[in-house]
C-alpha cells in the first residue's frame, strides 16, 4: 500500500496517479538543450558556408567525439545552392581532407569547447559509412531546410558521423547543434 501525498494547503486534493504510474501534473518544462546550455555552457553552434563538394556523394562535414561524455546532436540546418539530398551517417575510419571547424558557445558567458574532431571540406577521405542515420532533402536551391530530432543522435567516445551531399554542384552552407550530454 502506498502514502497519500496532499498540496499542502488543507483542501485534501492529493496527487492523481494514472494506470502506469505517472503523476497528473501540470508544468512549465524547459527542453533538455536549453538547460544545459543554462546549466552548464555545453551546446554549440556549428556552422559552415558554401562548401563546394569535389563529386557527387562527398562527405563535407565529420564530427568525432574525443570526450568521455556523449555528444548529442539536436538538429541541422542545411541550404544548398542546387536541389540535392543530404545523408547524415554513422562512419567510420579516420578523416582526411578537412579543416577544423570553431564550435561557436550558444551562452555567451561561457568558454567551455566540445571535446571533439570536427572538420569541414569539399571532400573528406578515409571514411566508411556504416549506416545513414538521416536523409535530407533540398529541392529548391538557397532555401533553408531544418531537421530536428527529439531523440538527438547520441555520439559516444570514439564514434563519428559525417554528412554526404549526393550533388557535387551543390554547395552546402548550414549549421549543426551539438550538446554535451550531463
Request: hydrophobic share 35%; aromatic share 6%.
Given at each position: 500500500?502506498?502514502?497519500?501525498?496532499?498540496?499542502?494547503?488543507?483542501?485534501?486534493?492529493?496527487?492523481?496517479?494514472?494506470?502506469?504510474?505517472?503523476?497528473?501534473?501540470?508544468?512549465?518544462?524547459?527542453t533538455?538543450?536549453?538547460?544545459?546550455?543554462?546549466?552548464?555552457?555545453?551546446?554549440?553552434?556549428?556552422?559552415f558556408?558554401a562548401?563546394?563538394?569535389?563529386?557527387?556523394?562527398?562527405y563535407?562535414?565529420?564530427?568525432?567525439?574525443?570526450g568521455?561524455?556523449?555528444?548529442?546532436?539536436t538538429?541541422?540546418?542545411?541550404?544548398?545552392?542546387?536541389a540535392?539530398?543530404i545523408?547524415?551517417?554513422?562512419?567510420?575510419?579516420?578523416?582526411?581532407?578537412?579543416?577544423?571547424?570553431?564550435?561557436?558557445?550558444?551562452?555567451?558567458?561561457?568558454?567551455?569547447?566540445?571535446?571533439?574532431?570536427?572538420?569541414?571540406?569539399?571532400?573528406?577521405?578515409?571514411?566508411?559509412?556504416?549506416?545513414?542515420?538521416?536523409f535530407?532533402?533540398?529541392?529548391?536551391?538557397d532555401t533553408?531546410?531544418?531537421?530536428?530530432?527529439?531523440s538527438?543522435?547520441?555520439?559516444p567516445?570514439?564514434?563519428?558521423?559525417?554528412?554526404?551531399i549526393?550533388?557535387?554542384?551543390?554547395?552546402l552552407?548550414?549549421?549543426?547543434?551539438?550538446a554535451?550530454?550531463?
Amino acid at each position: 500500500m502506498g502514502f497519500v501525498i496532499e498540496n499542502g494547503r488543507g483542501d485534501g486534493n492529493t496527487l492523481e496517479i494514472d494506470s502506469e504510474g505517472r503523476a497528473r501534473t501540470f508544468a512549465i518544462t524547459e527542453t533538455e538543450d536549453k538547460h544545459i546550455n543554462t546549466a552548464n555552457g555545453k551546446l554549440w553552434s556549428v556552422p559552415f558556408t558554401a562548401l563546394n563538394p569535389t563529386g557527387n556523394n562527398d562527405y563535407v562535414v565529420y564530427i568525432k567525439n574525443t570526450g568521455s561524455k556523449n555528444l548529442n546532436i539536436t538538429d541541422f540546418r542545411f541550404a544548398s545552392s542546387a536541389a540535392t539530398q543530404i545523408q547524415i551517417n554513422s562512419v567510420t575510419g579516420t578523416a582526411s581532407g578537412g579543416s577544423s571547424i570553431t564550435p561557436i558557445v550558444r551562452n555567451l558567458g561561457s568558454n567551455e569547447t566540445p571535446s571533439a574532431t570536427i572538420e569541414s571540406g569539399t571532400n573528406i577521405t578515409g571514411l566508411t559509412s556504416s549506416g545513414t542515420i538521416f536523409f535530407m532533402n533540398c529541392p529548391v536551391a538557397d532555401t533553408l531546410y531544418h531537421l530536428s530530432t527529439t531523440s538527438n543522435i547520441i555520439i559516444p567516445k570514439g564514434k563519428a558521423i559525417g554528412v554526404l551531399i549526393e550533388t557535387g554542384t551543390a554547395n552546402l552552407t548550414g549549421v549543426i547543434s551539438i550538446a554535451e550530454a550531463e
